[in-house]
């Protein structure tokens, strides 16, 4: 297991995003040991307003040590406006191998719960079982847009392996709990060579499957007929998701005209 070497104090946690998707969040780490290379958006905003130096800054998070204190009091002013809590947009709660972040995710959500209010989670970590002994409004997600190890370790090289996301994902499902699966940033052939069915085929047991492609990267961009592309794909997971029953949202700029 990893240790945090560093402790970081904020003056608020709980905000509005203005992701589609999204109701309120927190970031109770700064930084991520994922170190995705998609590239990553929250990487790209925090280094450009000099939050964190370069990638390797980056890579080691920073808890933020006033967490619980400041949802103490935040949660009593704010709690009448919030649908839910999505934990996190800029980092991840769960993240591989670092057991303060998870004990500091489960505290969180915890109080958030005992305070009435929902929580939904989407991580490239582990999805701890004891998950299942919270709310069971919340919703619990991973990110998976391959099943193949080696793009993984590529494009992630420090999230946890595909299979170990999924199984974590599936004991949740079979406890009960709401799931879902973000399969964003989906890679462009010129990426990696897959069928996307059989990456539908593994989530099909899961309540919604959130679509999207990849932003911020030349190497997607440079697929000559990447518009096409994300408009098929788009179209396979909505006929997917219809024939199963499965909840879905295909995320904005994902499908185009030519």
């Known amino acids: 297991m990893a240790e945090i070497e560093d402790y970081i104090q904020r003056k608020s946690m709980l905000y509005k995003t203005g992701v589609e998707y999204g109701d309120y969040t927190m970031n109770f780490v700064q930084g991520c040991s994922h170190g995705c290379k998609f ?4 990487y790209l905003q925090k280094k450009r307003f000099g939050q964190v130096k370069d990638y390797e800054d980056w890579c080691k998070p920073k808890l933020v040590s006033n967490t619980l204190e400041l949802l103490d009091k935040e949660i009593p002013r704010l709690k009448g ?10 980092t ?3 993240m591989y191998g670092y057991d303060e972040v998870e004990d500091m995710a489960l505290k969180s959500i915890k109080k958030l ?3 009435g209010i929902k929580c939904t989670v989407l991580t490239k970590g582990i999805l701890p079982v004891s998950l299942a002994s919270l709310a069971k409004e919340n ?3 991973i990110t998976l847009v391959s099943l193949k ?33 973000s399969i964003e940033p989906y890679p462009t052939p010129n990426m990696i060579e ?11 047991f899961t309540d919604r499957i959130i679509f999207g ?15 096409d592309f994300y408009n098929e794909k788009a179209v396979e997971v909505i006929r997917f998701c219809e024939m199963r029953g499965i909840q879905y949202h295909i995320k904005e700029k994902t499908i185009t005209e030519n």
């Open 139 to 141: 919703e619990y997600g």
């Open 113 to 115: 719960n005992d305070a």
């Open 213 to 227: 492609r990849t932003n911020y990267s030349k190497e997607a961009s440079s697929f000559k007929k990447h518009k």
């Open 81 to 90: 406006k919030i649908e839910s809590v999505q934990l996190c947009f800029s």
């Open 194 to 204: 897959q069928d996307l069915s059989e990456l539908l085929e593994a989530v099909s």
């Open 39 to 42: 590239p990553c958006y929250a």
């Open 92 to 94: 991840d709660p769960f």
């Open 149 to 181: 190890e080696s793009y993984r370790e590529r494009m992630e090289p420090g999230a946890a392996p595909y299979q170990e996301r999924l199984k974590s994902l599936l004991k949740l499902h079979e406890a009960g709990c709401k799931t879902w699966v």
